[in-house]
């Protein structure tokens, strides 16, 4: 069942799995677009303004920056979204190998930054020489987080995926696929 509360503008749902109830209200800022700024030489880069609106108050221009998992990006998440990775992270078993590659590949290259006075986020060195980010810098809205690209980089992985790979890839994906929902 959807339908809206009152004239609060806030969206409020209820669906029903026999005996589960799932009840969201309120609305949920998604990170989406893409903006290329540029980089100064000590790292800084403007955090840009679109982006800052949908920011959570509860993130208080506070981020974790992490390196991509297979692309040469950088992963920038507002502290409330970084907090929901670590409570995934803590449940995984420590004694198995895959769990301690998993957190120790991504808590090792975790750094906190922040927002300065002038909106700029200072992207620490070796994550600039991972990402091969040089004079300019693009932002990429991905709901939750941001990734964060070389132009070169975002350039050439974009060169890789052809129009009927990304249908087939959204088809996958977003489609129809009944067969493995379980209906």
């Keep these: 069942m959807w339908g809206d509360v009152g004239d609060s503008g806030d969206f409020f749902l209820i669906h029903s799995f026999s005996n589960l109830k799932f ?9 989406k677009g893409q903006y290329e700024h540029s980089i100064d030489e000590k ?11 949908v920011l959570s108050p509860d993130a208080q221009e506070q981020f974790t920056i992490v390196r991509g998992q297979s692309d040469p990006c950088l992963y ?14 803590s449940k995984i078993n420590s004694f198995s ?9 991504l808590l090792r290259f975790a750094e906190d930054v922040a927002l300065d006075k002038q909106n700029r986020i200072a992207i620490p060195s070796e994550h600039i020489s991972y990402s ?20 070169e980089k975002l350039s050439e992985a974009d ?8 249908e087939e890839i959204f088809e996958r994906v977003l ?9």
């Excluded at 060169?159 to 990304?166: A, L, Y």
Aim: net charge negative.
């Design 132 to 151: 091969g980010i040089q004079s300019k810098v693009v932002f990429i809205g991905m709901g939750e987080h941001i990734e964060v690209w070389s132009p």
């Design 97 to 105: 190998k895959d769990g301690r590659l998993v957190k120790r590949y």
């Design 43 to 53: 790292g800084r880069v403007a955090f840009p303004a679109k982006l800052r609106k």
């Design 23 to 31: 009840t969201w209200s309120g609305t949920v800022p998604s990170f």
């Design 159 to 166: 060169g890789t995926i052809s129009p009927e790979s990304i």
């Design 175 to 183: 489609g129809d696929n009944t067969e493995n929902d379980g209906a």
């Design 76 to 89: 920038l998440y507002p502290e409330n979204e970084w907090e929901v990775v670590e409570e995934r992270l």
